[in-house]
């Protein structure tokens, strides 16, 4: 049974920076693409960012590119989206998900491309 929990969001001033985790059990998150989408209320689910170590493919949404990175601990089974100079409009629920690669590579960043998600984990930034 594949499981995804994060963890690492939380209340941040305009500016600051958090690092969200993905633990992963049930999977090895080195062998399927992985990313992190985001859901502000009132909102659609947006692909955030998604890497595949085997290929060292990594792609960003055009708003969080020269500030957020994606990465994974092997060792730790654990996927990360380290989060720098953070804005209002970053406010949202954090989701990692995970799906199995076919041969043609990553799908496309989008919420109904992934089929195994986690609980999310709530950002929230504001003065």
């Known amino acids: 049974q594949v499981q995804l929990v994060e963890s690492g969001g939380g209340p941040v001033l305009p500016g600051g920076s958090l690092r969200l985790s993905c633990a992963a059990s049930?999977?090895?998150?080195?062998?399927?693409?992985m990313a992190w989408f985001r859901q502000a209320p009132g909102k659609e689910r947006e692909g955030v960012a998604a890497m595949y170590t085997g290929s060292g493919y990594t792609h960003y949404a055009d708003s969080v590119k020269g500030r957020f990175t994606i990465s994974q601990d092997n060792a730790k089974n654990t996927l990360y989206l380290q989060m720098n100079s953070l804005k209002p409009e970053d406010t949202a629920m954090y989701y990692c998900?995970?799906?199995?690669?076919?041969?043609?590579?990553?799908?496309?960043?989008?919420?109904?491309?992934?089929?195994?998600w986690g609980q999310g984990t709530q950002v929230t930034v504001s003065s």
């Open positions: 998900a995970a799906v199995f690669r076919p041969s043609s590579g990553c799908p496309p960043v989008r919420a109904g491309s992934y089929n195994t």
């Open positions: 049930g999977v090895t998150v080195s062998s399927v693409c």
